[in-house]
């Protein structure tokens, strides 16, 4: 197992800073060996495209979403919660979330967009709390938390103005995570009556608002379940992030791959045939890293083994037209057929896939050819 030795001189303040912000102390007996990535190393290589998912898959159940006049989503829909009985969906073109069983029947439709009470004007965070069977809503637009029951009804509302400078995620742990932009971190920790708890990351309050913006839309985006993950553009150490601590959980060696400042500032436009990686995405679940990031004009998805730090596989997810459908990793139907999907949601224990009804019509019982997409659920 390649090893990454982190000594408390480098890490004694690495996630401190703003408000009742915590120093995450690493004494000299808490030297770990932590998951090494050298990403730098192994992007010019030749790696087979040879992991499924079917490799890793417990289970494996697919859900038709009904279609009909009241349940028509566009191409733009995507999972951002599922329980053992529902799964929670939200329609980002249209601005509608939807709730439907674990069968694909429609329970609830939540179309309620305006400046009024109850009214939203962006869907920045929808979750589903089991604990008292309400639907929460985030709107950094309306800068509020609203509340409703699962039939849709509206139950109350109360301001964030004053508590949050960001968009906030529900946090695995339970409360709340706030990525900021502006604020003096970059991640504050709220109670789930939005009581600021704890902040990391500080942020340079010399940057403009401008070069804030930059840095916070050229982040890599962390997908892991029940972990909640952070990383830098410019750094090469991604954290866990629990609701009591701040801890190095990988090591992802960029080298000359990372963005420099300079062209952080300006990556809408970037001189053609760059050698960045941009994009970044990482996902994490127990064993394996997927990561996913554009490089030269293409874009890529590497499985790779959290215990050797091994690149698995390799997967190339460029179009060559726009007209051809999204690339992903393969997942193997019963009938023989390769499809290939990328995960939509990660949660706990599965991966959550959202799958275009034409690719598994005459596949799987249920689908209708110009339906809603099939949602496919991955158990570990």
């Known amino acids: 197992m390649k090893t990454y030795f982190l000594f408390l001189s480098l890490l004694f303040v690495a996630c401190s800073g703003g408000k009742k912000s915590d120093a995450t102390e690493i004494s000299p007996d808490a030297v770990k060996q932590l998951p090494v990535l050298n990403l730098a190393e192994m ?40 329980t053992d009985e529902e799964l929670l969906m939200v329609d980002g073109r249209m601005n509608i979330i939807y709730l439907f069983d674990l069968n694909g029947k429609r329970i609830t439709t939540i179309s309620r967009k305006g400046n009024g009470p109850g009214e939203y004007v962006y869907l920045t965070a929808v979750v589903s709390n089991q604990a008292d069977s309400t639907i929460r809503v985030f709107d950094n637009g309306n800068q509020k938390l609203i509340t409703y029951d699962q039939r849709g009804n509206y139950k109350h509302e109360r301001s964030t103005k004053d508590m949050i400078a960001g968009n906030i995620k529900q946090h695995p742990g339970g409360g709340w995570i706030e990525e900021c932009v502006f604020g003096t971190s970059q991640i504050v920790l709220h109670s789930t009556d939005l009581q600021a708890e704890k902040s990391y990351f500080p942020a340079d309050t010399t940057l403009t608002q401008r070069e804030k913006a930059a840095i916070y839309l050229t982040k890599p985006r962390c997908k892991a379940g029940s972990l909640y993950l ?36 300006r990556f809408t436009n970037l001189p053609p ?14 064993g394996l890293f997927l990561l ?20 698995l596989s390799r997967t190339n997810l460029t179009r060559e037209s726009e007209f051809e459908d999204f690339h992903g990793i393969p997942y193997m139907l019963s009938s023989g057929k390769s499809i290939r999907i990328s995960p939509s949601l990660y949660k706990e224990d599965k991966l959550v896939f959202i799958i275009p009804s034409e690719k598994l019509y005459g596949e799987i019982q249920g689908v209708e050819e110009d339906g809603n997409p099939v949602v496919m659920m991955l158990e570990l």
Not at 237 to 253: G, H, M, P
Not at 273 to 286: A, F, N, Q, R, V
């Open 230 to 265: 952070f990383n830098n553009t410019a750094s090469d150490t991604i954290y866990n992030i629990t609701r009591d601590s701040c801890e190095v959980f990988a090591i992802l060696k960029k080298g000359s791959l990372a963005l420099p400042w300079d062209e952080m500032m």
């Open 292 to 311: 996913e990031y554009a490089y030269k004009e293409k874009h890529f998805a590497e499985i790779w083994d959290e215990t050797t730090g091994q690149l």
């Open 43 to 82: 992007i010019g290589k030749s790696v087979p495209d040879t992991f499924t998912w079917n490799s890793i898959a417990r289970k494996v159940t697919f859900i038709p979403l009904e279609t009909n006049a009241r349940t028509l989503l566009s191409g733009s829909t995507y999972p951002v919660d599922v």
């Open 273 to 286: 045939g760059h050698s960045y990686i941009t994009g970044l995405s990482i996902g994490y679940i127990p």
